[in-house]
């Protein structure tokens, strides 16, 4: 069974960072292609991050080059570096994975919440 769980929410100020891990169980993580999403409160589930199998990443212009996405299929796990953190990114996090099926999972999320 596949299992995702995220990892390092948490209350920061603004201009802030923070680091969000997703770790996968069940899985041959190192050929999934991941992806960290957001969910703020009232508003639809934003794609923000994706890292293929390979390593190719791609962001959203609403978080390009403030946050970074990275994995380490040694560790099964997939990060989400995030820089000069603003209000506007108070969200619930999550991370999906895809298997080379098209299968899609979810982790349960992790809520970040920046003060200003």
């Known amino acids: 069974q596949v299992q995702l769980v995220e990892s390092g929410g948490g209350l920061v100020q603004a201009g802030g960072s923070l680091r969000l891990s997703c770790a996968a169980s069940?899985?041959?993580?190192?050929?999934?292609?991941m992806g960290w999403y957001r969910q703020a409160a009232g508003k639809q589930r934003e794609e923000l991050a994706g890292i293929t199998s390979g390593g190719s990443t791609n962001y959203a212009d609403s978080v390009k080059g403030r946050f970074t996405i990275s994995r380490d299929n040694a560790k099964n796990t997939v990060y989400l570096q995030m820089n000069s953190l603003i209000p506007e990114d108070t969200a619930v996090y999550y991370c999906?994975?895809?298997?080379?099926?098209?299968?899609?999972?979810w982790g349960k999320g992790t809520l970040v919440t920046v003060s200003s």
């Open positions: 999906k994975s895809v298997d080379f099926r098209g299968m899609e999972y």
């Open positions: 069940g899985t041959i993580f190192g050929l999934n292609d």
